[in-house]
């Protein structure tokens, strides 16, 4: 985060109506909305783009239209946590492809295709148990430690900006509209494949860096975006993590002869994320156990406090939690035949896990879902060996509470900003669970028909994320002895490395000097590229602050919402739009 926080990121006066009839419609639409969409997005490039931001401006233009010039911020602010919650319920897409590309497999003879009732059912109980496991966490993550979840802060910087009025807002429009119209224009320019001889002249210059570093650039406005949110810090950690990963590791690994010299990307996947996970876990897990009294001293005054205030009670939480889990336990069983106590353990193991997911979040702005579940397969690997089934089923339930929880996350630290009220929030979280996965059930099996699930194929759906899913399944049913010992040592090593860097950490005098073990994990597993480009937003945010100290706040926070809110605009209608026909795949979506 960078060291001088702009002040629109603060608290503000509240202004204006938040629980209101229409503000619920809107919420109702803008979810059904995300929920639809968001699986092709998620599908086609291989993960999920800023949805908080586009909810966000969604909700704000449908209730600007009937507000007659009165501030909606907060009524945007539901509709932005609706629309956010069911993105990240559609999420789930990727393992519902995954489970597909399983059961296509006969080789591995299991069939876990589900029905439209079985997918809502599970993701039903699996997400509203997420979201009541992530509510306590709020005074932590949002008040006590003031993490930046840059998406959230992206979202309420907008939010802030289009319901101001007056002279002082704007500097900070121009810079937000500046931002989106470049940022949408880049994008659809891409994935039209228009302009094609300014693609192939950047790309000449993109590939020439990447044969001397082995890394690239990527022609991505969102993540220069979000690496001016982020800061420079942790920027700066997670190139590390890049150059960790894609230039040292590569030949680390052939000439230790782990690898081959035809080795792809995926087999160097499969290798750094045991380290890169380590990392994260361990740094995760230690900073809160040093902060042990600050978490319980929070649940406290959570509990104590509850009845009189604006949080969501802690007993509703916890009878919430209880009878969802529960629910979550016998869809699994009676549903997908998963023995009983096998969800449990997946419920309570995945509880540390989240915990990582949401600091490693908050701080890099990359929900590492994907390395979570991979991590709850690897358990269910030793727990159940050669039971692909068990692992895949307790890898949805971990990947499914670790979406949901980053996405109530990054609404509190929106609604923070615009001074809505955490239990109403949660309340609008809560039922968008369900319209998100009903969206899910009838969406994922239609785009899966339509365009099909094929690696290869440029016009298909071939979903990254659940090939890694698929390949790491596939790779834990031969038996723990299927993995290179050399990763397991890495691990530990990793892990080790984790605890020190974190207890160092502590020290504020020490803490710019010290590796960041979210930032360096998160680096080894994101795509080069993105983390390349975030880098460089990173020193385009502190050049700024470091020439115009007075006047950056007022711009440049502004611009880089919008250069994340254009392209991730253009990532949900365009899908949107060949989905109902209104646009043709055939020019290069």
């Known amino acids: 985060m960078n060291t001088t926080e702009p002040a629109s990121a603060g608290t503000v006066p509240i202004q204006g109506r938040e629980l209101t009839v229409r503000a619920v419609v809107v919420a109702l639409l803008v979810a059904v909305l995300m929920g639809g969409s968001y699986p092709y997005v998620v599908l086609k490039l291989g993960f999920g783009p800023n949805i908080a931001v586009v909810s966000a401006f969604f909700g704000w233009l449908a209730l600007s239209v009937v507000s007659r010039g009165t501030s909606v911020k907060r009524e945007a602010n539901l509709a932005q946590s609706a629309g956010t919650i069911a993105g990240q319920t559609a999420f789930l897409c990727t393992i519902l492809a995954a489970f597909d590309m399983l059961s296509q497999d006969p080789s591995v003879g299991v069939d876990l295709r589900l029905t439209k009732l079985q997918t809502f059912m599970w993701l039903t109980t699996a997400g509203v148990l997420g979201v009541l496991m992530a509510v306590p966490l709020r005074k ?72 001397v570093t082995g890394v690239g650039l990527s022609l991505s406005l969102l993540s220069l975006g979000s690496g001016m949110i982020i800061g420079l810090r942790i920027c700066a950690n997670m190139f590390a993590g890049l150059l960790l990963s894609w230039v040292l590791a590569p030949v680390f690994l052939r000439d230790a002869g782990i690898i081959g010299d035809g080795a792809s990307k995926r087999d160097i996947l499969l290798w750094v994320m045991w380290p890169a996970t380590g990392l994260m876990i361990a740094g995760g897990l230690t900073a809160l156990f040093l902060k042990w009294r600050t978490l319980v001293a929070t649940f406290r005054q959570f509990s104590s406090s509850s009845v009189n205030s604006e949080d969501f009670p802690l007993r509703w939480v916890i009878v919430g939690s209880i009878v969802s889990a529960l629910a979550l336990i016998a869809v699994q069983h009676f549903s997908l035949g998963l023995p009983m106590w096998e969800t449990a353990l997946a419920i309570l193991l995945t509880l540390p896990l989240m915990l990582v997911g949401l600091r490693v979040f908050g701080e890099t702005n990359w929900g590492p879902i994907s390395a979570l579940s991979n991590v709850m397969q690897g358990v269910f690997g030793v727990i159940s060996p050669g039971s692909v089934q068990s692992n895949m089923l307790a890898s949805g339930v971990t990947g499914s509470i670790a979406a949901e929880s980053e996405g109530v996350m990054q609404c509190y630290k929106t609604g923070e900003m615009v001074g809505s009220t955490p239990r109403t929030i949660t309340w609008v979280q809560l039922f968008a669970v369900p319209v998100g996965a009903l969206a899910l059930a009838f969406a994922y099996p239609l785009l899966r028909d339509t365009y099909g699930l094929d690696p290869e194929s440029p016009t298909a759906l071939s979903s990254p994320i659940s090939q890694k899913w698929v390949g790491f399944a596939k790779l834990l049913s031969k038996g723990t002895s299927a993995l290179h010992p050399s990763a397991l040592w890495a691990l530990g090593i990793a892990m080790a490395l984790g605890v020190l860097f974190t207890v160092l950490e502590q020290k504020r005098e020490w803490r710019n000097w010290i590796p960041s073990p979210t930032g360096i994990g998160i680096g080894m597993l994101v795509p080069a590229s993105a983390i390349a480009t975030m880098f460089l937003g990173a020193w385009i945010d502190f050049i700024a602050r470091k020439l115009r100290p007075k006047t950056a706040d007022g711009w440049v926070l502004p611009l880089a919402s919008g250069l994340i809110a254009g392209e991730a605009l253009i990532a949900i209608l365009l899908p949107l739009l060949i989905a109902l026909k209104l646009l043709s795949v055939s020019s290069g979506a």
């Not at 101001?164 to 704007?170: L, M, Q, T, V, Y």
């Not at 302009?195 to 950047?202: D, G, H, I, Q, V």
């Open 140 to 211: 932590h993550f949002i008040e006590d430690e003031k993490l930046p979840y840059p998406d959230g802060i992206a979202a309420g910087e907008t939010l802030i900006v289009l319901d101001a009025r007056g002279p002082e807002a704007k500097v900070a429009v121009r810079a937000l509209l500046a931002g989106l119209v470049a940022s949408a224009v880049l994008a659809l320019a891409i994935m039209r494949n228009w302009f094609a001889w300014l693609k192939e002249t950047l790309a000449v210059h993109v590939n020439q860096f990447s044969t």
